[in-house]
């Protein structure tokens, strides 16, 4: 599987990991699992996509955002992207595009950390 799914802060801050290439199958169970995740929770939670390990194309993405549909969700407060590879944060920005949550990048764990600090302060 070229992805994991945990929460990182039980309830508030869920964490989603991205390696290798991901097919659309995959981003499909992805929505899957992040749609069960919300339905469990009360509050809004945060979520991170990691793609530091993760392989995209930008040309992909056309297919795959009409699949992610937490992305519409009022129940995802914050969106991090962690990586630091332009072509993985071209691909997100491409597939978080006009998102309800709010967007954020970082280059590491340490800034979605301090990010997440600011957020909840």
Same mark, same amino acid.
């Given at each position: 599987?070229?992805?994991?799914?945990?929460?990182?802060?039980?309830?508030?801050?869920?964490?989603?990991?991205?390696?290798?290439?991901?097919?659309?199958?995959?981003?499909?169970? #992805?929505?899957?699992?992040?749609?069960?995740? @919300?339905?469990?929770?009360?509050?809004?939670?945060?979520?991170?996509? &990691?793609?530091? %390990?993760?392989?995209?194309?930008?040309?992909?993405?056309?297919?795959?955002?009409?699949?992610?549909?937490?992305?519409?969700?009022?129940?995802?407060?914050?969106?991090?992207?962690?990586?630091?590879?332009? #072509?993985?944060?071209?691909?997100?920005?491409? @597939?978080?595009?006009?998102?309800?949550?709010?967007?954020?990048?970082? &280059?590491?764990? %340490?800034?979605?950390?301090?990010?997440?600090?600011?957020?909840?302060?």
């Amino acid at each position: 599987m070229a992805h994991e799914m945990a929460w990182n802060t039980p309830g508030r801050v869920l964490q989603l990991k991205m390696s290798n290439n991901l097919s659309l199958e995959e981003f499909i169970e #992805i929505d899957s699992q992040i749609s069960e995740h @919300l339905q469990e929770c009360d509050e809004r939670i945060t979520l991170i996509v &990691d793609t530091s %390990d993760a392989r995209f194309s930008p040309y992909s993405i056309e297919r795959i955002k009409p699949t992610q549909k937490y992305l519409n969700s009022y129940q995802i407060c914050h969106l991090i992207v962690v990586g630091n590879k332009k #072509i993985n944060r071209l691909a997100m920005l491409l @597939l978080f595009n006009l998102c309800r949550p709010r967007l954020q990048f970082c &280059d590491n764990f %340490d800034q979605a950390q301090r990010f997440l600090e600011m957020a909840q302060s």
